[in-house]
């Protein structure tokens, strides 16, 4: 596999257009630059990319469109930039997810429904934005390999019951910092 990494360089403005030759490429990892402004549709034809880092980029607007085409895509991490709208319900029906990054952007409204569907997801960070709506926290436990999930630091509402604590034993990390229980039940 072809890797790509410019980590904590100085590289500033938009991602060529010309980056879409890499199609062989897996892995693209150019966190911690200066790549404000647009995200390039021209990633969505890396066909192979399995790992997408643009973390700490100051990036703008939605959750870039390309990624809906990345079906071997299994890590995304765009923390740490300036990321606004919704969570597009698409993004977590991606067949190769495994680890999403969102943490620290200005997402808002609700987590879509079909975040509770990925069967292979092991790592969801959503906490420091603006996301608000209800979360079925027991629906998000039992996803088989979940073992990390962050939902700090928004203004969700958690629906707990019962199942919950036959769940628990398999997480790592677990942040619901700042978020407020509709109802918390126990048997």
Not at 101 to 115: A, C, F, H, M
Not at 166 to 171: I, R, V
Request: hydrophobic content about 40%; overall charge neutral; aromatic content about 8%.
């Amino acid at each position: 596999p072809a890797n790509l990494y410019f980590l904590y360089n100085s590289f500033s403005g938009q991602i060529p257009v010309s980056i879409s030759n890499l199609a062989k490429f897996t892995h693209l990892f150019l966190s911690n630059n200066n790549l404000n402004g647009q995200k390039p549709d021209s990633i969505g034809n890396m066909s192979q990319l399995a790992f997408l880092d643009l973390s700490g980029n100051q990036l703008l607007g939605p959750i870039p469109l390309y990624a809906i085409g990345l079906s071997r895509l299994a890590y995304l991490d765009l923390k740490n930039n300036s990321l606004n709208g919704t969570i597009p319900s698409w993004l977590f029906t991606l067949p190769s997810l495994v680890s999403i990054e969102l943490r620290d952007n200005k997402l808002q409204g609700q987590i879509p429904g079909s975040v509770y569907e990925p069967v292979n997801l092991t790592h969801l960070s959503l906490s420091s934005n603006n996301l608000g709506g209800i979360v079925e926290l027991d629906k998000l436990l039992t996803l088989k390999y979940l073992s990390h999930l962050d939902l700090s630091h928004n203004g969700l509402l958690l629906s707990i019951n019962n199942s919950v604590n036959s769940t628990m034993p398999k997480f790592h990390t677990i942040g619901l910092a700042s978020c407020n229980s509709s109802e918390f039940q126990t048997s």
